[in-house]
């Protein structure tokens, strides 16, 4: 499938889906938010793909949504852009494969808040993240002041969407933003190696743990282990359980059909 603002391609069983419109940093606007929503359904429904590594063409992962677009926007308007932000992360947290950001550059306001809504974050150590909204007189608006508050606990999360600060990604690693910091030279190996990893593995299991684990932090926690219940239960109806403990007992590597 074309588009005009991402490039989107497999290798093996990793789809990389790139934020490709590097002369504006790969600001988000309304074409960018409706291909990256297209982009995921066919994701989701390729079988031949397991994990999805999302990242940006040149020196952005995403430097925030688009200010251009934004700026003579009534409140109505702004309320229907941030509902299209919301939704398309909404469900990029929500699809059922890993998805890893490989952040490469600045991932500022809804490049960061794009990154949060990824699974993993793996980051380049040129990689700079923030939430500079109120510098423009605005709030986060696709989910900003949820997910990282989440993330990092609300204190850090205050400090940093008051301030509007701009943090390196080995201070984001320190309160817990991102996963890992790598060479920028080795990013995308890196974020390859832990997609093809993951990949390697029962990729029901997989999808079943990340559901587990997006609900269940979202809800009590004995709900949350109700549905580890079910989950874990209903692994024991796939080949790939019954695959996976012969190949144990026999010693060799499975061969997971995803079934
Ligand atoms: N929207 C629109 N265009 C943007 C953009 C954005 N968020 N960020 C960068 N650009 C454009 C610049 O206007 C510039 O375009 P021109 O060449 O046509 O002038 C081009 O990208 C390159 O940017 P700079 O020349 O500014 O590059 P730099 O290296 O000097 O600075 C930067 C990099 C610090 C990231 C700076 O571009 C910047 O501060 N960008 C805005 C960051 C920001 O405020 N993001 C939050 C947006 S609001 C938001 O995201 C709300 C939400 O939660 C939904």
Redesign the pocket.
């Known amino acids: 499938m074309a588009f005009e603002n991402l490039l989107l391609k497999k290798e093996g069983n990793v789809a990389i889906l790139s934020i490709n419109r590097p002369?504006?940093?790969n600001?988000?606007n309304t074409s960018v938010l409706e291909e990256l929503n297209q982009a995921i359904n066919t994701i989701e429904k390729d079988e031949e793909i397991y994990v999805v590594v999302i990242t940006g063409e040149g020196?952005?992962f995403v430097?925030?949504?688009?200010?251009?677009e934004?700026k003579d926007k009534t409140p109505e308007e702004a309320r229907e852009f941030?509902n299209l932000?919301l939704e398309v992360f909404r469900k990029i947290e929500l699809m059922e494969k890993p998805v890893i950001a490989a952040v490469n550059g600045?991932a500022?306001?809804?490049?960061c808040?794009l990154a949060m809504s990824c699974d993993i974050r793996v980051a380049g150590e040129k990689a700079k993240f923030g939430?500079?909204?109120v510098?423009?007189g605005?709030t986060?608006?696709?989910a900003?002041t949820q997910r990282l508050a989440r993330l990092v606990g609300a204190a850090k999360a205050n400090e940093l969407i008051f301030t509007g600060d701009m943090i390196s990604a080995a201070e984001a690693e320190k309160i817990g933003l991102v996963n890992k910091v790598v060479s920028q030279e080795e990013l995308m190996e890196k974020a390859m190696d832990l997609a093809n990893k993951i990949a390697s593995k029962g990729q029901l299991a997989v999808r079943y743990s990340k559901k587990a684990i997006n609900r269940g932090i979202e809800t009590d926690i004995e709900t949350g282990m109700a549905l580890e219940r079910e989950l874990f239960a209903l692994c024991f109806a796939t080949e790939d359980q019954k695959e996976g403990m012969t190949a144990f007992v026999e010693k060799r590597k499975p061969n997971f059909k995803n079934k």
């Open positions: 002369k504006a940093l600001a988000l020196k952005a430097a925030g949504a688009d200010i251009t934004m941030a932000g600045f500022l306001g809804g490049g808040e939430q500079p909204e510098g423009l605005i986060p608006g696709f900003g």
